[in-house]
Every structure is written in C-alpha cells, then in structure tokens.
C-alpha cells in the first residue's frame, strides 16, 4: 500500500476562528489582563499624574479615551498575534510582539497628529476625578501593607503545603501557589499599589530620593520578574562520553509522541504537548487531543484522551479478598521481607502456588487446619535433638499441601514395643479424617506383620501409624524415616482408595532443616504463621497486619506482615507511589468505534514505549520531555567526578566537551560553577551518570533566563534606595533645606 | 525617684539580682554537681591520671598530635581526631582531666582493661528513660561500657535499625541516643581499628577514574594497595612500634615511633599532607578554643556595658567595647583558622552558621554602638551572643564542630563567600533588634510614646540594627539568587529557605513602614521586635527542621510532613519556645490595650 503521509491536516478552525485549547485559555487570559492594565498604567496614567495639574495633552479626556482605545486594540492585536503563533503551541512572544507593534504603530499616530493644547483645566473632572480617587486609594500605605502580610500568608502556607506533598512538593507548590493565577492577581494589584503609591509623591522633593529609588527599584523587579516568569526556559541534556546531540531536553515541558506505522504517521506537533501534568498532586484530569491522518488518499479521525496522571508511577501487584466466593478457595498472605541496608520486598504467597522465594532461600506453603487443637499444637516445644517429634504432611494429588498433623509422641503402654500413643488428627476438606495412631522410635514390621518398636528410648528410625478413614472405608498405614535423611515420603494412592500423599518428617529429621514460613489458615479463618528457622524451635505467630518477626533471635531477616485471606486473588495495576518513580499517563486511543487504553511512562527520553491496537491499527505511544534544537551541536569528550576521601560527597565534576556550531569547533570545560554559555543557553553539570559498560557521563542542566539584566537594574536602585532612606534621610532633608533657603533668598 | 536612682535600680539591682542571682543558682548547682561526680568517679580520675603519669612526658604527646590522618573528609593532625571522637563520646572537650589524645589512644590501645568502669558515654538526652535502658543511676551522665554493652542492648539497637532503616530522622531521641551509643560502644570495643587512617592513595589510584580510590586507609593495607613496599612497611612497623610502645608505657618509644609514622606517612604523600605551619595553627585552635574563650569576653562585655551605663562612666564603656572587640577578634580569628585548615569556605553547616551569626553579632553590636556612642547593642548583643556560643558548646550532637567538605555544587563558589556571612549578619541585626525589643517592651509599656531621652537612645540603636537587618536580608536574597543562577540558572526557586527569608524582610518591611508611617507607636514598635524573633526563628531554625529545602543544612525534614515534624519529640524545644514566643507576644498586645493606654498619657520622662 502506498501512504502518503500529511501530518498536519487538522482543521484549526471552527467557525471560521482558530480553536483555542484548553490549557492556553489561562495564559491567554493572564496576558491580556496584564497587557491591558499594564499598557493603560504606563501609556495613560503615569503621563496623566504627570499632566493632570498643568492640564497637558495627556490631562485631556478625548486624548485619555484615545489612548485607552490604543490599549485596548493593541491587546486584541496581541491576541490575535498569540491565536495566529497557535500552530507553534501559543507562544507568549506571538502576543507581545503582536501587541507591542500595533501599540508603537497607534502611539506613533497619535503622537504625529496631536493637537496642541487648548487652555489648561485648573482641576480634574468626571472620569479623571475617579481615576484619581482610585489611584489615590489604590495608593495607600494600609492598602500596600496589607497585601504585603497577605502575600507573606500565602507563600508561608506554600511552604507548608509543598512539604506536606513530600518528594514533588516544589512542583506542586508552584502549580498550586506560585503560578497559579491568585498569586498572580496579588503580584500584579501589588505592581499597581507601589506604582500608585510613587504617584501619590508627586512633585518629587529631594529628600524622597530614597524612598523614591526604593519603590522604582521594586517596580523595575517586579517587571524583571514578570519577564523571568514568561521567559525562562529549563533543560536538560543527558550524555555519556562519546556521544554528541543537537538537542535540548525540556523540563516543564512534556510531550506525547504519537506513531501509526502503518499509516506513515510519526508526529512531533505542538498540540500533543502534555497540558496535564504540571501538578503532581493532581490524578483525574483530563485532556483531549483530536487528530486527522491522511494516508493514501483516506482521512483517518483519531482522538488522545488522557484522563489520569500519576507523577511516581507504581506498578503494584497485592492480594485483595476474592471478590465472588469460589468453590475451591485460595488463601494467599502478603509479606514483605528486609535485611538491614538491604532495602525490602514484598512477597505474595498463594496457596495453589507453594515456592521456594525467589532470591530468599526461604521455603514457604499454605495450609489449613480446621481445629483449634491441631493449631494449638502447632505451640510444641521443639527440641532439635528430640527426633520423637515430627509432623506428617498430608498433600494432594498436585503435591499441593492441604494438612499437616504434628506428631508428640505420649505415654507408652505396658508393652513399650507397641510405640507410644499419638491421637493428633487432621480432617481433610471434602475428604477422609487422618490420624496419627502410634509413634515408634525404630519401627520395624515383625513376622506376624505387627508394627513394633526396636529401640523405644532411641529414635534411631522414627516411625508413626496412622488411620484414613472416610468415605471409601477405613484404611491402616505406616510410615518411617530412612536412616539417611529421617523423612519419608508415602504414596498413599498406590494401596489406598484415597488420591493423597503423605510424607512423615522426624522433627530431628535434618539436624538442620530447611528455613521456612508455614502460613496456617486456621479455625474461623484465624491466620498463623509457622516459622522455623533450623536454629531454634519454631514459632508460631499471629499473621496480624504490621506483625513484625524474625526468623529467629539473630537472623538479621526481618519479615513484616501485610495481609492475609482465606480466599484471595491477586490485583495488578498502577498508582501513585513514594520515592523517585517515573511519572505516567493513562492514555485512550480513539478511532472511530475502536478504542484502547494503557499507561504511558516517562523514561526521560525519546522512546515509543507503549503500543496499543487500535481497530486495525497499532498506536505506539511515547512520553517524553519537549526536545528543542539546540542550533549547535555539543559532544561530551571526557567527563570527571571526584569524591572527598573516605566520604560520598562529591568534591568536583568535570567535563571537557566540543561546540560544534556548524562554521568551527571549540573545546570548553564545564566545572562545577563556571557554565558553559552557547547560542543563549547555559550548560551546567548536574549529576553524573554511567551505563552498565563502565561509560562514564553526566547530566546538564540546561537554562536561558532573560529577565537577569532588568532584575539586576531594579535591585541595584532598589538597594540603593534603601541605603539612601535608611541612613542617608538627614543628610537629603539638610540638603533640600539648604536649596530651599538659598531659593527664598534668591 | 531621680533618673540616676533609676539608672542604678536597673543597672545594679537588676544584674545584681538577676543575672548575678542566676549565676550563682546554676554556678553553684554546677559546682555542686560537679563535686559530686567528682566524688563519684575518683576512682576513674585516679586510673586515668595514672595512664596519663605513665605514657606522658609532655614531649612525646606532642610529637603524637602532630600525626596526620584522615578524618571527617580531609587530612587533620591526630590532636584535632581524637578532640572530636572524645566529644562524639563524652560530649566534653575534655572529661576528667585527661589529654584527649591520650584519652583516646588510651581507649582504642588499653581497651576494656582500662575502661571497663569508667563512665564515658554520654547519656543526658534522652534523660530518665536512657538512663533506666543502660541501667545507670539517675544521677549520673555517663554509662560505662559494661553498661552498654549487654545483650539486651544489642538486641534493642538491632530492633531500632530495623523500625528505622531508612528514616533515621524520625526516631524518638532518647532511642537515637540509645542507639548512637551502643554503636559508639561497639566502635570502642574495636579498639578503633578504622579510626586509624594513615595510609594515602597511590598517585596512581589518585589519578585513576574511579572515584573511590582516593580514598585513605588503616596501615594493614599499606603493602596492597600498592605503595612502594619498603615504605608501606617503614609505615606499618611504625605503627606496631607506636601501639606497641604505649602497652609497653615506653615514653620514649612512643615518641620515637610518633616522629618515624609521621616522617612514614608524609614519605608516601608529601602533597595532601598538611605543611608544619597549617598542623601548628590547627594545634593553636583546638588548644585556644577561640569561640569559647569570645563567648566569655562577649558576656564580660555586657555586664561591664550594664555598669558603665548605670554610672556613666566612659572608661567602663570603652572597656566594654574592647571587650567587646576582644571577643570578636576571637571569632574572627577562629573563623580565619576554620576556613585555612578546611577547605576554603567558612560557613558551611549548622555549627558554623551559628558561630557566624554569633560573632556577627557581637561586631555589629561593636559597630552600632560605637557610631551611636551607645552602650545598649553591647549589652544586649553580648548576652545574646554569649547564650549562642553556649548553646554550641553544650550540644555537640546537634551541632557537629567537625570541619568538613561541601558538596561540588557549593564548594569552590565564589558567592558561598558572600551569601551566607551577609545572611547570617542579616540574623545578627535582626537577633540584635529583637534582644533590644525585649529590653524595650516594659520601659515603652509605661512609656509607649518613647518620650523619654534614655529610651530613645535605646529606640534609635534598635533602628539601626532593624535597618542593617532589613538592608543586609535584601541583599542577601539577591546574592543568593545570583549564586542560584550562576549554580543552576534559577534565580529564585521558591524554596522554604529562600521563601521564608523573604517573609522575613516582608515582615520587618511592615514594621519599618509601620515606624515611618508613625502608626505603630514605641509599644507596637517594640512588640514587633519581639515577634520578629519568633520569625527569625522559623527562617533560621524552623524551616531546616520541619519544611524541606535544598540548603546545605536544610535537609533534615526529610519526607516527614509538615506535622509530623511539628510534633516530633526532636523539635520540641523549638515549638515550645516558638509557642512560648508568640504567646508571650500576644499577651503583652493584649496587656496594653487593657492596661496600657489608659497609663501612658500620665507618664512623662520626670516619672523615670
């Protein structure tokens, strides 16, 4: 099949305008509202508190109406300049630029062809009496202080708040606070509060020089941070030494990257950046992104919902009761196992499943005894060199085991060959009542066929008799150790009618058996667990949530309980987790009647990690930070990292790299603190990093912060300022004293 | 009464009575105690004064101190390990008398012979509840190694390990001292074999790319790692004639074998190991202790500040600024000393930002009362600075002495130079203000307008450091936003720490506009000084403790939340005092508009 493959083929427009999205709709906003109040504050009245005594041009209430008609259009200019930018994802530049030109363009108009003017109005009237008022209100020092105390609320509660999310809270923090539109609406009515307030002091005297530069200072930062805000950028690069790349990793933003091959389409779009996952404290969301492909000669409509993100993803698999009863039920318990330093893991035992632990030399099984005196005597003191003691285990035809009968030898009769008594029992489910009828510490079988016991005080060959008795008539049979390993195993379904094995174990059968963990479903569903540990007697534990054990008083193993069912079933899923995890999205695929869903995970680089088949196509998906070009290209050559001795700390990072910008190649070394500085961004080493071959490299942390200059400027005179209102006020009091005194004898 | 009469009641009566009736409490209980433990442990002063008589002939220990190993990230003379493993241990710079160089070698080469039953451990946290673990009788504060090391004690730490792996920020401290102890007992019992770092790295694994391998080790290792072998072993055999020489209390020997490990050691490294003249300095300041000895002129500074104002006398208060000169060369000497024989940076942990905002203090002090010819920033400094200083010396588990390395990020950076001393000058003026705003509330509750001469005075100075504080906060911000920028291109992060400065000077922003504007009277002034404090507080301390950050030393809040930092047993001196603060604040707000105004009109300076 041929396929042509146009990516881009979606229809923008709605009703004859572009289509907003979403997530631009507050930007928009929150770039019209500063636009519009910064442009009337500084185009119109910063001039009119200048004129509004001497009755200038800008004193005049057509001119103030005309300029505030300029305002107005350059706003719907700029945003029609951000509507216009939308292909390229909306940019915030698309809007300034577009305002800022028709603004230049309206005021240099105005400007050319302004009237001179007309005799000057002693007082202000109607809507700039208002203005004033509003001004002068806005103005006030209450007004400016009690935004102060209640910005330092607001941020105090932030810090609260991003501790109490944990590893993301600055990120949360700054979706919730910091850039959330409430803080930006306090910011910007604070800009105009100052601003008003240094209107109120006009005419300026000498001595507010201070308090002048101060409050100016402020206002330029302000503007410094508004610029920063909008303008900084934060990257990063990831590279081994060899590796070169012309590419800048995003850090806030993300992206989905969408491939259908069988219909040629690979796409990189704007529209596929991720809007959702800026807070990671947020789960339901919800984002939309339609899309048309067009492939050999057919339009395909597709459509991305995301509707779930998770910043720690987790993928999980625990035991939850079994949702509708079963015939057979399946008792499972949840443990989780830790050695010191070692971290910890979780295990899920099932009792359909009985297995040695991976990577824990730890046999564990499940059974269930439905007495409470078989469980009670489960609390035998054992006694390794007691081989009297013993269980016999009683497994079905799956070797899966069902019982285990625990064996204490009582008295003997008269006749000590006869063994000692027993009496334990076990009644299997659904099946034949066992017991355990005699102990025999050498069990031999005479002539007549009697069993007898050859060395009463001396368990040298243990041995037990025991009893089937069910359904299908009462049976007799016996069972002893062998001399090498003192267990035996006893197929009982060769010569009974019954489909079950038994296997007698001498208590001192191993003078060191095996560690392991019996989890016993006992009477009324009441969980134990059976722990023996080859060094001490076993104990028996209640399997109670957040029960912690040992194996035994000096293994360092340390296993806590999480659950336990008597009929279980496993769950497997995603969800938010703790520590540093990879964030993910649940994505749907949508093409026409067909869909899928499956989660996304981001590993930090350009990967289709998820496929999806949707109808007759397969959908790979990845989520990626935004990649950015670079326009150069950077290799890492030779990259060093240094501890302090004996200690963890690194001491120095090194990287020695090659610029390749296309006309020449430079070498630069990037040392901790001194950045490299190309095409307007800046290189920093951040972590280093290794594959399993030994290669060495390192992560830079990649940035561009344009609003540095005005910043800088705005603290100067803001620091100036306040040197000069602190202890410099006499001195400017004296001075403007000494004019005004030489000016009246003048 | 007169205003001289008035002058005397505070200046006299209240030093006397307080100040001295507080010395003499806790002087005296000190002494008491002292006595008694005194008593109680002679036999330990008898067998260690016995072990310093037989291996100590002055110059031989001396030749001891001055052997270089690898401590704590960085090459130190032996002198400088054994103080700080003695004060791990004892919490003391010294305890009973002894060198801690021979009490340290005595520990790690006599062993239990010497040290079975002699209380050496600290326990004075966790109080009652440690004491009850370790089986020792509440009126002592050491437990003895017999006491710790038991099985039962073994099992618990074990049993603390597990609970804890992981999140060691969250157990109880009676617990964590438990548990530092036994583990302490446990380096102990092992004759500190690891303590002993005398071997360098090759200069091959010096130069090679794994990171580890410029790391120091015990003389066993000299021949392996591959050092030239007969000075590996030049080294080792050194070492055994040296452990071999103290069983031996051969005084000689083990100066002998001092002066061979040392020339051994500097043989395989000439260029890591410090010159003679940085290992003397080091001697001069672990032997000086500058901070404690400034923390004592600082104090002396005060009262003698508190006499000259009674009396009026200007010799007392020239004498109370060269004290309280005295006292800041101290600092400044310790913080040139710290700063050579580390690694360039001055300020680079708990311990040390404490000690900067201390002798800050006490030269900001100096300065404001010199340019106002005021004594009252002295007085009220030099307590302050003093308390401060004290603090530091007490806890030694809190506030870690050691010098250390600094992170790559924040090591060989030119504005760590910058940003933190001017920080932590900027806690200086503020500490200063709010000790001058409790010495201001009474006199400005009688008198709320601050009409009186002597209280404004005290007004003025208090200003001055509020406007130092304010100026020094600001740009404090902006040099660590530079810094910021330079490291990780973000000027400003909206981290806790950074966020809380700038509510600081938010806060102390309201208060001057409050000043300026003339709506906060003398009272309010006050309080607000006094409140400012509480703020200080949680900047300073708070937000290392119960927010996270990324500072260097703000990383102790972990994961835990807000509140279950709040409520931890660990931070309750600090929400306690905090509570008490604000309390106390809004008690006196309250006072004043019950009490206070209906008072003020009637008063005037004659009143005094």
């Keep these: ?746 | 009464m007169s205003a001289t009469n008035h002058r005397i009641l505070l200046g006299l009566v209240l030093p006397v009575f307080i100040v001295g009736g507080l010395l003499a409490l806790f002087g005296g209980m000190g002494y008491y105690e002292r006595a008694k433990h005194k008593a109680r442990t002679a036999d330990a002063h008898d067998a260690l004064a016995k072990v310093e008589a037989e291996v100590s002939n002055g110059d031989n220990i001396e030749k001891v101190r001055r052997i270089p190993v690898l401590f704590a990230e960085r090459v130190q003379p032996l002198d400088s390990m054994a103080r700080q493993q003695i004060r791990s241990l004892t919490g003391k710079r010294e305890l009973y008398g002894i060198d801690p160089v021979v009490m340290f070698l005595s520990m790690a080469w006599d062993g239990e012979d010497v040290w079975k039953k002699i209380p050496i451990f600290i326990v004075s946290f966790g109080a009652n509840k440690s004491k009850e673990v370790f089986d020792i009788e509440s009126v002592e504060k050491y437990a003895t190694i017999e006491h710790v090391k038991t099985d039962k004690n073994r099992q618990r730490a074990l049993d603390l390990h597990d609970k804890y792996t992981g999140r060691m920020g969250e157990m109880p401290r009676a617990d964590l001292e438990f548990y530092n102890t036994y583990f302490k007992a446990f380096s102990f019992a092992g004759g500190f074999e690891e303590a002993f770092k005398f071997v360098p790295p090759t200069e091959a694994q010096r130069r090679s790319e794994t990171t580890a391998q410029n790391d120091w080790h015990v003389p066993a290792r000299a021949l392996e790692l591959g050092h030239d072998p007969k000075r590996a072993a030049e080294l080792q055999k050194a070492f055994a004639d040296l452990k071999t020489a103290w069983k031996a209390r051969d005084k000689a020997g083990i100066g002998a074998a001092a002066e061979t490990l040392t020339a051994s050691i500097v043989a395989l490294d000439p260029e890591d190991i410090p010159s003679k003249e940085a290992i003397e300095s080091e001697l001069a300041y672990n032997r000086t202790s500058p901070f404690n000895r400034a923390s004592w002129f600082l104090i002396a500074a005060s009262l003698v500040g508190l006499f000259a104002w009674s009396f009026r006398k200007d010799s007392l208060r020239w004498l109370s600024y060269l004290l309280t000169a005295t006292g800041v060369a101290f600092g400044l000497w310790g913080f040139y000393l710290r700063t050579t024989l580390g690694f360039g940076v001055s300020i680079t942990n708990l311990y040390e930002s404490m000690l900067a905002m201390a002798t800050a203090t006490a030269l900001l002090c100096l300065v404001i009362d010199l340019v106002r010819k005021s004594l009252w920033a002295t007085i009220a400094g030099g307590i302050g600075a003093f308390v401060v200083f004290l603090l530091l010396d007490t806890y030694p588990e809190k506030f870690d002495p050691k010098i250390g390395g600094l992170v790559a990020v924040l090591a060989n950076n030119f504005w760590i130079h910058i940003h933190v001393p001017v920080v932590m000058s900027s806690y200086a003026a503020f500490f200063i203000a709010f000790l001058l705003g409790i010495v201001l509330i009474p006199w400005t509750f009688v008198d709320p307008q601050g009409k009186h001469p002597e209280l404004k005075a005290i007004l003025r100075t208090s200003e001055i450091a509020l406007y130092l504080g304010t100026l020094l906060i600001f740009v404090g911000m902006i040099l660590g936003g530079l810094w910021a920028h330079d490291s990780w291109n973000r000027f400003w992060g909206w981290d806790p720490k950074e966020t809380w400065s700038f509510i600081l000077f938010c806060y102390y922003l309201i208060l001057i506009h409050g000043r300026f504007t003339k709506w906060m009277n003398a009272f309010w002034y006050s309080l607000f000084l006094f409140t400012g404090g509480n703020f200080l507080l949680w900047t300073y301390y708070g937000t290392n403790e119960l927010l996270s950050g990324l500072h260097s030393y703000a990383n102790s809040a972990g994961d835990a939340g807000f509140w279950d930092n709040f409520i931890h047993e660990r931070n309750r001196w600090f929400v306690i005092t905090s509570g008490v603060m604000a309390l106390m604040s809004i008690g006196g707000a309250l006072s004043f508009f019950l009490f206070g105004k209906k008072r003020s009109p009637d008063l005037t300076p004659e009143a005094f």
């Design chain 1, 1 to 746: 099949m041929t396929t042509t493959a146009t990516q881009d083929l979606e229809p923008r427009f709605q009703h004859g305008l572009l289509k907003p999205r979403p997530g631009h709709m507050p930007t928009l906003f929150t770039l019209i509202i500063v636009w519009a109040v910064g442009t009337i504050f500084l185009g119109v009245l910063l001039p009119f508190q200048f004129q509004r005594f001497d009755g200038g041009w800008f004193a005049q209430t057509q001119n103030i109406l005309l300029l505030c008609s300029v305002c107005g259009v350059s706003t719907l200019h700029g945003v029609l300049g951000y509507l216009l930018g939308y292909h390229r994802g909306g940019r915030v530049s698309n809007f300034f630029v577009g305002a800022l030109l028709l603004t230049l363009g309206l005021v240099a108009i105005v400007w050319l062809n302004r009237s001179r003017p007309e005799a000057p109005p002693t007082q202000p009237t109607g809507l700039m009496r208002r203005l004033d008022r509003a001004a002068f209100l806005l103005g006030s020092v209450w007004f400016g202080l009690v935004q102060l105390a209640i910005i330092m609320v607001f941020v105090m509660i932030a810090t609260i708040f991003e501790t109490g999310v944990g590893a993301d809270g600055n990120k949360a923090a700054y979706a919730n606070f910091y850039n959330h539109w409430t803080f930006g609406l306090i910011f910007l009515l604070f800009f105009m509060t100052i601003y008003c307030t240094t209107m109120r002091k006009w005419p300026f005297r000498i001595a507010q020089t201070g308090w002048l530069a101060t409050h100016a200072g402020l206002l330029v930062t302000m503007v410094g941070c508004m610029t920063m805000f909008w303008g900084t950028y934060e990257g990063f690069v990831k590279l081994l030494e060899g590796q070169t790349t012309s590419q800048v990793l995003s850090r806030s933003e993300r992206e989905l990257r969408v491939a259908i091959p069988a219909l040629g389409f690979d796409n990189r779009d704007d529209r596929f950046l991720v809007e959702v996952d800026h807070d990671p404290i947020e789960r339901e969301v919800e984002q939309k992104i339609p899309f048309v492909v067009a492939a050999g000669g057919k339009t395909h409509e597709f459509e991305i919902e995301i509707d779930r993100f998770l910043s720690n993803a987790e993928e999980y698999s625990e035991i939850r009761p079994a949702r509708t009863p079963r015939e057979k039920p399946a008792a499972a318990f949840s443990f989780e196992m830790s050695l010191p330093g070692q971290g910890s893991r979780v295990f899920n035992i099932f009792e359909d499943q009985p297995s040695t632990l991976s990577s824990v030399p730890l046999k564990t099984r499940i059974i269930r005894v439905p007495h409470r005196s078989q469980l009670e005597a489960f609390t035998y003191r054992y006694d390794p060199g007691d081989r009297r003691r013993g269980e016999l285990v009683i497994s079905d035809e799956k070797d899966r085991a069902i019982g285990v009968i625990p064996i204490v030898p009582g008295a003997r009769g008269a006749d000590a060959a006869e063994g000692a008594d027993v009496g334990s029992e076990f009644q299997i489910p659904g099946g034949p009542r066992v017991r355990v009828v005699r102990y025999f510490s050498y069990l031999f079988v005479d002539a007549d066929g009697r069993l007898r016991d050859e060395t009463p005080d001396s368990p040298l060959m243990p041995g037990i008799s025991f009893v089937v008795d069910g359904p299908q008539g009462r049976e007799n049979h016996s069972a002893r150790c062998d001399d090498k390993w003192f267990n035996s195993d006893l197929d009982a379904s060769e010569t009974s009618a019954y489909p079950y094995r038994f296997a007698y174990r001498a208590a001192a059968s191993n003078p060191q058996p095996a560690p392991s963990l019996t989890f016993v479903v006992g009477p009324g569903e009441e969980m134990n667990v059976i722990v023996t540990s080859g060094e001490e007697a076993p104990q028996r534990i209640k399997f109670e949530k957040d029960a912690v054990f040992r194996l035994s008083s000096r293994a360092p193993l340390r296993i806590k309980a999480l659950a336990a069912y008597a009929d279980a079933e496993l769950e497997e899923g995603i969800r938010q987790g703790t520590g540093s995890r990879p964030a993910a999205l649940r994505v749907t695929v949508r093409h026409g009647k067909d869909e899928a869903t499956g989660w996304v995970f981001d590993f930090q680089r350009d990967l289709l990690s998820t496929d999806l088949v949707v109808g007759d196509f397969l959908v790979r998906l990845g989520y990626a930070p935004r990649a950015t070009d670079l326009g150069f290209k950077l290799s890492l050559i030779d990259f060093r990292h240094e501890n302090y001795p004996n200690s963890d700390k690194a001491k120095r990072y090194e990287a020695n790299v090659i610029v390749d910008d296309g006309a020449s190649l430079d070498a630069a070394l990037i040392d901790m603190n001194h950045p490299l500085e190309q095409g307007g961004y800046r290189f920093f080493n951040q972590n280093p990093i290794g594959n399993d071959n030994g290669r060495r490299g390192v992560i830079f942390a990649v940035g561009r912060n344009p609003g540095m200059p005005i910043l800088l400027i705005g603290f100067t005179i803001t620091g100036v300022g306040l040197v000069l209102v602190f202890f410099f006020k006499p001195s400017l009091r004296a001075w403007e004293k000494r004019r005004r005194e030489a000016a009246a004898s003048n």
